[in-house]
Nanobody
Framework: QVQLVESGGGLVQPGGSLKLSCQAS????????MAWYRQVPGKERELVAT????????TYADSVKDRFTISRDNAIQLVYLQMNNLKPADTAVYSC???????WGRGTQVTVSS
């Protein structure tokens, strides 16, 4: 069955960096468009970034453009989110998402605070 397991979250100071990873299994990862979402309690889930199956096309929310980078390694079925210059407003649970399966992982907590 489809599984998405995120890791790499934690506590970081404003201006710091984190790199999130999402290990995929149970489907043909190399053919699937993927994304990262984030959610704060009491708010709607927000689409952060997407990446095509071949890494040729990426999109970003305006709030993270020029700070976050999505990438993937199809050989080991991983999708990444490199987050730089983090701000307190980036605090959320970050989850990866598979478009054709409409499926999210459980997420990893990112907290940006001094």
């Amino acid at each position: 069955q489809v599984q998405l397991v995120e890791s790499g979250g934690g506590l970081v100071q404003p201006g710091g960096s984190l790199k999130l990873s999402c290990q995929a299994s149970g489907f043909t990862f190399r053919l699937v468009k993927m994304a990262w979402y984030r959610q704060v309690p009491g708010k709607e889930r927000e689409l952060v970034a997407t990446i095509s199956f071949d890494s040729l096309r990426t999109t970003y929310a305006d709030s993270v453009k020029d700070r976050f980078t999505i990438s993937r390694d199809n050989a080991i079925q991983l999708v990444y989110l490199q987050m730089n210059n983090l701000k307190p407003a980036d605090t959320a649970v970050y989850s990866c998402y598979s478009f054709p399966h409409n499926y999210w992982g459980r997420g990893t907590q990112v907290t940006v605070s001094s």
